[in-house]
């Protein structure tokens, strides 16, 4: 069987009646969201726009939506990507996440373009999945596995792929994740949702379709210009060389560094735990998404003889700098057993810091102290069971801070922890964690990549950073509902010849002064060329941009229906009151109201971060439903 573009369908699956049924996509609606995370949530909104304040993360009610874009399965470069959406545990606003596995892939092929999961079931659930729709089995057998014994006890054949999650999934963990292969679906706590869903694993049975482009030779010449410039690109290479972790020694020159909960943002050891010394120690080679062509995951030889996946670099920065552990064999141990567990490691690794400087100013009692790694595996696993401290450990820094004080270190924002980066080393990356309607994820704009590793703008200026948290969050919602992985971004906006020639010093200069100018000289036609050559449905380069912006504020509005404020955007006191650290070069703090103010003000945004019903109206070509914050 063929699909020609995207097949129009998802899957609907009410968990509670063990009932399943096809949902349809409306071509409007493909054209206006593109497909992945901006259909995701167009879905959310649709099916639940008349109690979007009313429902419970854990409940029955919510969805929990698998969402693939129109180049899963085209093997476009990095395609291999796909969505899980729902409302958060942690946060109480929407989550998505973006995950590499196998999975997507196997239910696009399967003529799915996505599931939408409802409902809660009585017992522990597996689901199968084909061409020819659902089934439901009892999933008692794999109650408390771990997610690799999951997946083994699954006994996958090649024409299968699983979503699993683990006993901390299976507890109620807020920040449990969800895995595919050996990539995962990891903030916000979805598979929290999964397992409040009693929904142990889902298995698809894929590769039974064929996907085509429409336009076969103009999608095959685009792809293969897309593949050029990502492969590259100075990025794409040293990510294929040393993993994401070689953002280490970027952070400690620039100083955004994670250390000891965010307090000192510098510390020699922490080259021990750099990319360059793993790759060393190691002996990496690839361990990617299908279709990659930057290869940033990488496996390799430990000391113990054992082959394992080797950290991303939020994983070591969490784990290794921020708890005082350099390492980096221990980091290798805890993320597989982290993994295994299903269980988010910026958030664990956020938490425990927490709780590490909490002690240590009297304000709660914890057996964690910075540097003492005796006891961190145990207590993976106590906050994984919820044993003893773990009970509360598995809430999260919001909810503890809330409690027992300490809100000033509690690393989060929208109760979401932030990724391994200090904002007080690129302020515009202070308010691409502020703004973010997901909380503290730094792939929202991720300005970090442009001030300090790209260098292709001042850090310690507020300067135009508004405009580019736009722009990229425009970008970045749009690549992210294609959907292709964001590092291709380095390679396609930054290749083409004006940005690849310009010298670094008069782009510093020209991004800060005339940013809107800037950002039109880059080119990402790839990009909506791929979509359009795939599924027929004419897209040009600004109206890809503008499908950005309508998913960012659909997104925006749901979040304010259910409870987010203007209050939310903002950083933790350590980012904005914190000046003193022990980095050697520039200690500054971020004045992140300043921004926030010129952001709303580019948005169109009220002056209480709320969107503007007209405005909304305009990019969605329908009436948003009525909104708790209108009336006020």
């Known amino acids: 069987m063929k699909v020609s573009g995207a097949a129009g369908k998802y899957l609907f699956v009410d968990l509670t009646a ?11 609606n493909q054209r206006l969201y593109l497909g992945g995370k901006g259909l995701a949530i167009k879905i959310y909104y649709d099916l639940l726009r008349d109690r979007l304040n009313s429902i419970d993360p854990l409940g029955a009610e919510n969805l929990l939506i698998f969402s693939t874009g129109v180049l899963l399965g085209t093997k476009a470069p990095c395609s291999a990507r796909f969505e899980v959406l729902t409302k958060s545990p942690l946060t109480n606003l929407l989550v998505g996440s973006s995950c ?48 690799e014994a999951s997946e083994e006890k699954l006994k996958l054949d090649k024409k299968e792929a699983a979503v699993t999650i683990g006993p901390a999934g299976e507890n109620l963990v807020r920040y449990a994740n969800i895995r595919s292969g050996h990539r995962f679906a990891g903030r916000g706590g979805v598979g929290a949702v999964m397992g409040a869903k009693k929904l142990k694993a889902v298995v698809v049975q894929g590769w039974s379709c064929t996907i085509e ?5 103009g999608f095959r010449r685009i792809s293969d210009k897309a593949r050029k410039m990502i492969q590259r690109n100075p990025m794409s290479k040293a990510y294929k060389s040393y993993g994401t972790a070689a953002n280490v020694r970027f952070g400690m020159k620039a100083g955004f560094s994670p250390v000891r909960n965010f307090r000192d943002r510098y510390h020699p050891d922490t080259k021990k735990t750099s990319g360059e010394s793993m790759a060393e120690r190691y002996s990496p080679r690839s361990s990617t998404c299908r279709h990659c062509v930057i290869l940033c995951g990488h496996k390799g030889e430990y000391p113990d003889g054992k082959t394992r996946q080797i950290p991303e670099y939020e994983t070591v920065g969490m784990f290794g700098s921020n708890i005082a552990n350099y390492d980096p064999d221990l980091i290798g141990l805890w993320n597989e057993q982290m993994n295994d567990l299903g269980m988010d490691t910026i ?7 927490w709780a ?16 003492d790694i005796d006891g961190i595996s145990e207590m993976i696993r106590d906050i994984t069971f919820r044993h003893g401290e773990g009970y509360e450990l598995a809430e999260g820094t919001r909810i503890l801070s809330e409690k027992y004080g300490g809100r000033e270190f509690a690393i989060q924002v929208k109760g979401l922890e932030c990724a391994a980066y200090d904002p007080r080393a690129a302020w515009g990356q202070g308010l691409s964690y502020a703004v973010y309607n997901k909380g503290g994820c730094h792939l929202g704009s991720y300005l970090v990549g442009l001030e300090q590793i790209l260098k292709y703008m001042p850090p310690h200026t507020t300067l135009g ?31 083409p010849p004006i940005p690849h020639y310009v010298p670094r010093w008069l782009l510093r200069v020209f991004t800060i002064l005339s940013p809107k100018i800037s950002q039109q000289l880059m080119d990402w ?14 897209l040009g380069k600004n109206d890809f941009l503008r499908a950005g912006e309508r998913i960012t504020k659909l997104e925006r509005w749901v979040n304010l229906c259910m409870s987010e404020t203007a209050a939310d955007d903002t950083l933790p006191a350590r980012f904005t009151e914190e000046k003193q650290t022990r980095f050697p070069g520039k200690n500054t703090v971020v004045p992140i109201q300043t921004m926030v103010k010129k952001y709303y003000r580019l948005r169109k945004y009220s002056s209480a971060g709320t969107p503007r019903r007209e405005d909304l109206e305009r990019l969605m070509e329908e009436a948003p ?8």
């Open 465 to 495: 950073k508004a405009s580019w948290a736009v722009f990229c969050e425009n970008l970045y919602a749009a690549i992210n509902s294609l959907q292709i992985c964001q590092f291709t971004s380095f390679g396609i906006l930054t290749e």
């Open 525 to 538: 036609t790839a990009l909506n060329r791929m979509f359009s050559t795939v599924t027929g449905i004419k």
């Open 100 to 147: 590499g596995g196998p999975f997507g892939e196997a239910l696009r092929t399967a003529g799915w373009d996505g599931l939408i999961l409802s409902g809660k079931s009585r017992d522990l659930l597996l689901l199968r999945v084909s061409s020819e729709g659902v089934s439901f089995e009892s999933a008692a057998g794999l109650a408390g596995l771990g997610t």
């Open 625 to 632: 439903c009525p909104a708790p914050f209108e009336s006020v």
């Open 356 to 371: 590490m400087e909490a002690a240590e100013k009297g304000l709660r009692p914890s057996s964690l102290r910075f540097g």
């Open 18 to 28: 063990g009932t399943w049924k096809e949902y349809p996509i409306q071509k409007k």
């Open 347 to 353: 958030s664990a690794g956020g938490t425990i810091a």
């Open 213 to 217: 482009a429409v336009d076969p030779e």
